[in-house]
């Protein structure tokens, strides 16, 4: 299972191993910003021949999506003029099966919506054709599986995890081995699962450089990771030991950055029965979307780091 081609607004189309015109299950999806003219309805995507996949956007701010003989419209006012959105199409072996969201990025606002009866995804039907219109800004990307589309946490292949043995690779770990987790107890993995993301557009691989946060040497991670911060700016500022930041929070340009080198990575999530966090290196990432701990928003995250460097600094 892969993400099998990749298109972009401004380079070469990325092509893997392409699905069968039969395939069944399959994962589309395009990212952009819906244009600020409100003149004419405007195309999103195109592509091939009869029944080809088609996606536009109305003068009043609805998507409207037709595949294979079937058309759905959301709501007006579902992207609004300069909006940031992601499309994604998902169809299924069973007959008339599929799935269409939109998901407004900028307010963080997803609508779903009945897909089909149509047919199956193929290849041909998200092949652009010709010039894209205005909506389209960013990214599209084609799966022969059911795939998830950059909302989880997780680790890339080759992150070394603590464990009482030494370090490992986060991808050996399977239910029921033993880590350390971030209280420095010994911890057994409940669930963990592997995923092959695309990380463009609005879902960038986040690197956290070494030495910040105690690491050993630069991790990647998923936008929505979520880091352990400590410190006395964190109780200062918030009266707890600990809180919890996404990685795409901490982005500054200097210790964390974002990192859209490789358009596919493979990323791992880890469940610990504490509840815990893994530690790697000194630094201490939660290896899913869990725990009790606050979780701050970016600005609050910004606002520690600068604390953090202003107080080194004044340390010497």
Request: aromatic content about 4%; proline content about 5%; hydrophobic content about 40%.
């Amino acid at each position: 299972m892969s993400w099998t081609a990749i298109w972009t607004d401004g380079g070469p189309v990325v092509a893997r191993a392409a699905p069968r015109d039969d395939a069944g299950d399959a994962t589309f999806l395009v990212e952009g910003r819906a244009s600020r003219s409100r003149a004419g309805p405007q195309t999103v995507w195109r592509g091939h021949g009869d029944g080809a996949l088609a996606l536009g956007r109305d003068p009043d701010g609805a998507i409207m999506v037709g595949h294979g003989g079937f058309a759905v419209r959301t709501d007006a006012g579902a992207v609004e003029p300069g909006d940031r959105f992601r499309l994604t199409y998902r169809t299924g072996r069973a007959a008339g099966a599929g799935v269409i969201e939109v998901k407004n990025l900028d307010r963080d606002v997803t609508l779903a919506l009945p897909a089909g009866p149509g047919r199956p995804l193929r290849l041909a039907d998200v092949t652009p054709r010709g010039a894209l219109g205005d909506g389209f800004a960013g990214l599209a990307a084609l799966a022969n599986h059911n795939a998830p589309c950059g909302d989880r946490a997780g680790l890339e292949t080759g992150t070394m995890v603590a464990t009482p043995a030494g370090e490992v690779a986060v991808e050996t770990l399977k239910p029921g081995a033993v880590v350390l987790d971030d209280a420095g107890r010994f911890a057994n993995v409940t669930a963990a699962e592997a995923r092959e993301a695309v990380t463009l557009g609005s879902m960038p691989a986040i690197r956290m450089r070494a030495p910040y946060f105690g690491l050993a040497t630069d991790l990647c991670l998923t936008h929505r990771t979520q880091v352990v911060l400590s410190g006395p700016e964190v109780e200062y500022t918030f009266g707890t030991e600990t809180v919890l930041a996404r990685a795409a929070d901490l982005v500054n340009g200097t210790s964390v950055l974002r990192d859209m080198t490789v358009p596919v990575r493979t990323f791992h999530r880890v469940e610990l029965a504490t509840g815990g966090c893994l530690r790697i290196g000194r630094a201490r990432i939660a290896g899913t979307e869990a725990g009790e701990r606050p979780v701050i928003d970016r600005a609050a995250a910004q606002s520690l780091l600068a604390m953090r460097r202003d107080s080194r600094a004044l340390i010497g």
